[in-house]
């Protein structure tokens, strides 16, 4: 795939969208900007568990305990955070060659539902999300003392945050089609 593809996928930018339109992008460049930034501060955590680990295993002999649950919860938050931005940045893995050789409108109405999909789906997420947090909230995941909610909760906000994106790129794609047509 190459980066003219990536890039003919993400919704239209400039002068030529509405000021609340630009508004509305910036802002949710940030939210994926945050996402990222708190995804990789996690990352740095994640790796300074496991070096203590190791450090623990081999030097100290005791090894803790807490690091695997430590590093699942991690992992979980790093994951979905990842995947958020990625909705909003299309950075996602696709293959997309057959709808960008097709003409113009067929390719602007896939781009669409691929919006309507992804609104669709992080719905999903965002709800079986909460309700898996709600579900586990009173259990505590072992060796940390936390809730089990806190495993959950990255699925919710994920999935509301593809809600989110899905619907600001569905509103810039359906905003471009009409112009083009009008």
Not at 79 to 105: C, K, N, Q, Y
Request: proline share 4%.
């Amino acid at each position: 795939m190459s980066h003219a593809s990536l890039s003919s996928a993400e919704p239209e930018t400039g002068p030529n969208l509405p000021a609340s339109l630009a508004r509305v992008k910036q802002g949710l460049d940030w939210i994926a900007a945050g996402c990222m930034a708190i995804a990789s501060v996690m990352m740095v955590i994640l790796i300074a568990i496991f070096g203590w680990l190791v450090f623990g295993r081999y030097v100290l002999n005791n090894t803790p305990t807490w690091v695997e649950q430590a590093a699942l919860l991690l992992i979980v938050w790093i994951t979905f955070l990842g995947a958020a931005a990625g909705v909003w940045r299309s950075t996602h893995l696709s293959i997309d060659f057959v709808r960008e050789a097709m003409p113009a409108l067929p390719r602007d109405i896939l781009r669409v539902l691929t919006d309507v999909g992804l609104l669709i789906f992080g719905g999903y997420m965002a709800w079986y999300g909460a309700t898996l947090a709600l579900n586990n909230i009173r259990r505590t995941v072992p060796m940390l003392g936390v809730s089990e909610g806190w495993r959950g909760m990255p699925l919710s906000l994920c999935g509301a945050l593809v809600v989110i994106f899905a619907l600001a790129k569905l509103a810039i794609h359906v905003f471009n089609l009409t112009r083009k047509s009008g």
